[in-house]
């Protein structure tokens, strides 16, 4: 059983068009994170939700927009992609927020043409 | 924002070799983390070190923290294939986030 998955594995989009990628947890977790991985390799984290609540932002740009509709989801939307979104986004989950084991998914290879 | 820097960058050696890789940051950590990231796949926690001067064992990997909890080492013994991948270390920042080294990139030649 995957702990924590997400949709698609790889997308392939044209700068400027919109696009949603998926996340889902089976752990039971009230938190869930994303994260930003660039071509070398620095994973950066992007927002957390805990329990549906937004608690980080990350100065990433209003282009991108996490939604939780319950505490096992949490998808990001990207509008008007660009060049430089360009990276691999890991969605990952923790049984709280006070600094407990995060459990990550395999990633969402994301490239902009 | 504290900054980990993570050394070597990339390391190649070959099978049956030992081998060390170091995380330092100028500032304590409270706690810190070690993930392996295996290609295509997301980074998974090894071990959590806490307290400064802690040693940690897992099979061939040993995990130091150190005195003054400024850095942490991550040794290999008899490095193998399977060994290959990205080690990240991690520390939280205000009991919210991770942050993340750049990590090392390690390659294990048959």
């Known amino acids: 059983d995957t702990a924590v998955s997400q949709t698609p594995k790889y997308l392939v989009t044209q700068m400027g068009n919109d696009k949603s990628i998926k996340c889902e947890q089976n752990?039971?977790?009230?938190?869930m994170y994303w994260y930003k991985q660039d071509s070398k390799k620095f994973l950066k984290i992007m927002f957390s939700?805990?329990?549906?609540?937004?608690?980080i932002n990350e100065t990433v740009p209003n282009r991108f927009s996490p939604k939780s509709p319950d505490k096992a989801h949490l998808n990001l939307h990207i509008n008007s992609l660009e060049l430089g979104d360009s990276a691999v986004y890991f969605c990952?989950?923790?049984?709280?927020?006070?600094?407990?084991?995060?459990?990550f998914g395999p990633g969402t290879r994301l490239l902009v043409l | 924002t504290q900054l980990l820097e993570q050394s070597p960058q990339f390391l190649s050696i070959q099978e049956g070799e030992n081998l060390t890789v170091y995380c330092n940051s100028s500032s304590v950590f409270s706690s810190l983390q070690w993930y392996r990231q295996e290609p295509g796949e997301g980074p998974v926690l090894l071990v959590t070190?806490?307290?400064?001067?802690e040693v940690k064992k897992l099979k061939r990997l040993t995990f130091q923290f150190g005195d003054a909890r400024k850095d942490s080492s991550l040794h290999i013994t008899a490095a193998q294939p399977g060994d290959t991948g990205l080690y990240l270390c991690a520390q939280t920042q205000g009991a919210q986030k991770l942050v993340f080294g750049q990590g090392t990139r390690l390659t294990i030649n048959p």
């Open positions: 070190v806490v307290t400064g001067g």
């Open positions: 990952a989950s923790a049984r709280s927020w006070r600094g407990e084991t995060q459990y």
């Open positions: 752990l039971g977790h009230d938190t």
């Open positions: 939700y805990n329990n549906k609540e937004l608690i």
